[in-house]
């Protein structure tokens, strides 16, 4: 059974910094391309990282370029996400996922398992 666990989220003011976690199991997590989206209330999910089996390439969505960075531990099988600068904006239900195969995706729809999601709440 796959289980993409998060945690890491929490309430911080705007300029602060939080660091999410996913912990992968049951799926060859090293074999998995993984990504980063998120759902504030009222809109669509939407991407915000992705990051390739071997680390070697990563994605930002715009809006989050140069205040996030995703990375991975494929001995942990665990996914992150460093969040820097954050605005209330950022506000969101932040979800892991995990896409079979070699390359990148930004769509929802392209990826397979997901995590139930962790709260993050940045006030202003």
């Known amino acids: 059974q796959v289980q993409l666990v998060e945690s890491g989220g929490g309430l911080v003011q705007a300029g602060g910094s939080l660091r999410l976690s996913c912990a992968a199991s049951g799926l060859p997590f090293s074999l998995y391309v993984m990504g980063w989206f998120r759902q504030a209330p009222g809109k669509e999910r939407e991407f915000v990282a992705t990051i390739t089996r071997s680390s070697s390439v990563t994605y930002y969505a715009d809006s989050v370029k140069g205040r996030f960075a995703i990375s991975r531990d494929n001995a942990k099988a665990t996914l992150y996400l460093q969040m820097n600068s954050l605005k209330p904006e950022d506000t969101a239900v932040y979800y892991c996922?995990?896409?079979?195969?070699?390359?990148?995706?930004?769509?929802?729809?392209?990826?397979?398992?997901w995590g139930q999601g962790t709260q993050v709440t940045v006030s202003s």
């Open positions: 996922a995990s896409r079979w195969g070699s390359t990148q995706a930004m769509g929802a729809h392209e990826y397979n398992y």
